[in-house]
């Protein structure tokens, strides 16, 4: 039950009583959200765990769909970045995670939305680019420079990485085997230069490689290529950091997949989180697409 106005930052709930999973020495994390299912797994993990989870959703792209996940709900326009420390702050916060996609293309949509502050603007400016890892790095160390511990977004998320298995009934041909071997290494790369985590091949080609137009567009952009039949392979960047930006797949990677039909989808085991693994795996199973996990390294 999510805690009122009222009762922000005490951990009590409207009836005026502590929710069972808590105690007067609970922890409190501060969940840093953006869009998705993501941040809805996390908070209910780290609920499990004996954390009060403060969900801090920022919009847009984030909407109030996390608020009864949480014992406290606040939201905070992701361009003021001066906010989110001051709130971080206000709320006691030294322990957070961040959780869920924040679209880059937002930097260039329509700017209407986002309203940055000096703290957000002074920080852009000092990026020598815009890559996602300059980004990502420079607001995580402005977090940790207030002396907030950010922890891996997988500490929270254990039960729901993918194994190093077949996780369909249907595993990959001798020729899908090669052509994901093939996949993972420009994958591999391509994560090294801070481009994306996924590609799409087929027949040892590439068709696509993810932008800035995130995993489901680059998957169908390259199935369209292949017509069908193709190979998506998603991986994590070389020295990965797992506070932020850890490969994730959903339903919606597979209905992109089926809109295309594409047959094969091969993560890196123990670094892809599946969102919903149970529902994941039936409906992929249901569609004929073979989900496999696996480790080259």
């Not at 609970?26 to 797994?41: E, H, N, S, V, Y």
């Not at 920080?123 to 020598?128: M, Q, R, T, V």
Request: hydrophobic share 45%.
């Amino acid at each position: 039950m999510p805690v009122t106005a009222g009762g922000r930052g005490s951990g009590v709930n409207k009836e005026g009583t502590t929710p069972k999973h808590l105690t007067p020495n609970t922890r409190i994390l501060g969940l840093i959200a953006g869009m998705g299912d993501l941040p809805k797994a996390v908070a209910a993990e780290a609920r499990k765990m004996g954390y009060r989870v403060v969900g801090i959703a920022l919009y847009p792209p984030a909407d109030e769909s996390l608020k009864p996940f949480v014992d406290d709900f606040h939201k905070i326009n992701i361009g003021r970045f001066g906010g989110l420390l001051a709130l971080l702050k206000k709320m006691s916060i030294t322990n957070a995670v961040m959780a869920g996609k924040v679209p880059k293309e937002l930097l260039y949509k329509n700017k209407t939305s986002i309203i940055p502050d000096m703290k957000a603007v002074k920080l852009l400016f000092s990026l020598k680019n815009r890559a996602d890892d300059t980004i990502m790095n420079a607001v995580v160390n402005e977090i940790e420079k207030h002396g907030i511990t950010l922890h891996h977004t997988t500490v929270f998320a254990k039960n729901l990485l993918a194994p190093a298995e077949s996780l369909t009934r249907n595993k990959p041909s001798k020729d899908e085997l090669k052509d994901i071997y093939f996949g993972w290494k420009i994958a591999k790369e391509m994560g090294r230069l801070d481009v994306g985590q996924t590609v799409v091949v087929k027949d040892l080609a590439v068709m696509a490689v993810e932008a800035i137009e995130g995993t489901d567009e680059a998957i169908k952009r390259g199935g369209d290529l292949a017509k069908k039949n193709a190979v998506v392979v998603k991986v994590s960047k070389p020295h990965q950091d797992m506070r932020f930006d850890v490969p994730v797949v959903g339903l919606d990677t597979l209905y992109a997949m089926k809109s295309v039909g594409a047959k094969v989808l091969a993560l890196e085991a123990e670094k892809c989180i599946i969102l919903d693994k149970e529902k994941f795996i039936k409906e992929a199973d249901k569609t004929g697409i073979i989900v496999i996990g696996l480790d080259f390294e």
